[in-house]
């Protein structure tokens, strides 16, 4: 071999070296987090999803808030093809590839029962445990998100609107109790999803008590877990809440802020969460 040829080996296997120190750099120091360019997609098929930052949010939490069990939750919405404008709106598509990367990240997928037994000693979470849940009870829960979540083995955690139950765009009562049977389960959101935070005592007490009654009704299951609309909760509500259930769920992330079995803080999903490395950036 000429000593040119010899030369520009050596200057091409610089650049090679040179260009995969970049970027590994760019990966560890977490620039490409979240990129949909060729090089993000690119980090995200050598090292798999970067979940990095969650995992630093649940040290906080840990140190925080040390009762409280370290669990990622989800909040989704609308899971339909059409209206991929609308911001809380997640194609199927995205969905699935989701609940996927979350797999390939080592997360199982846990529900509401799960954590009652955690709780009362009665069962050990995994060490990435994730809640997959949706907010209201629309009818494209059952036409698109359920499907997938029963191909993908995945327990789904649904939080409905008690009077809604049946209406327009609405799941129906049938169609909770069919969801129920293989393996979902159905929680409260109240009975009219309207801020338990502006209203009085009595009328937190209806929207808490009616909501968990009518579900148990159409469920023949107790009814544990709530989701407070808006994620709007003061001390009078969740003083409230307590006679009634065993938890309940905001749809916001503060890591520094102390969690309790009534705050329990999830990720609120939104039409440009491609992947999942940006759920984590919600706030």
């Not at 629309?138 to 209406?167: C, K, M, Q, W």
């Amino acid at each position: 071999m000429s000593l040119k040829r010899l030369r520009t080996g050596f200057i091409i296997a610089g650049i090679i070296c040179i260009s995969v120190g970049l970027f590994c750099g760019a990966r560890y120091m977490g620039w490409l987090e979240q990129d949909s360019s060729p090089l993000g997609n690119l980090a995200r098929f050598v090292y798999g999803p970067d979940v990095r930052r969650e995992m630093n949010r649940l040290k906080i939490v840990k140190e925080t808030t040390p009762e409280i069990p370290r669990i990622t939750a989800i909040c989704y919405h609308e899971v339909r093809p059409d209206r991929r404008e609308d911001s809380l709106n997640v194609d199927p598509e995205t969905f699935r590839r989701h609940i996927r990367e979350f797999k390939e990240a080592g997360y199982s997928f846990i529900g509401v029962n799960d954590l009652r037994q955690y709780k009362t000693g009665l069962k050990n979470l995994p060490e990435k445990a994730a809640f997959i849940t949706f907010d209201d009870g629309y009818a494209d829960n059952y036409n698109y998100a359920y499907p997938i979540l029963r191909e993908e083995h995945v327990p789904g955690i649904f939080f409905v609107v008690s009077s809604t139950v049946g209406g327009k765009n609405r799941m129906t009562a049938s169609q909770l109790r069919e969801m129920q049977a293989n393996g979902m389960e159905i929680e409260s959101h109240t009975v009219n999803h309207e801020n338990l935070a502006a209203m009085n005592e009595k009328e937190i007490d209806f929207e808490l008590r009616e909501s968990k009654s009518s579900l148990e009704k159409i469920l023949g299951k107790p009814v544990c877990a709530l989701a407070y609309p808006g994620g709007k909760a003061d001390e009078e509500v969740l003083e409230s809440v307590r006679k009634y259930y065993d938890m309940a769920f905001v749809a916001s992330v503060s890591p520094e802020r102390k969690q309790t079995m009534y705050t329990l803080q999830r990720y609120g999903v939104f039409n440009w969460n491609e992947h999942i490395e940006s759920i984590f950036k919600n706030r």
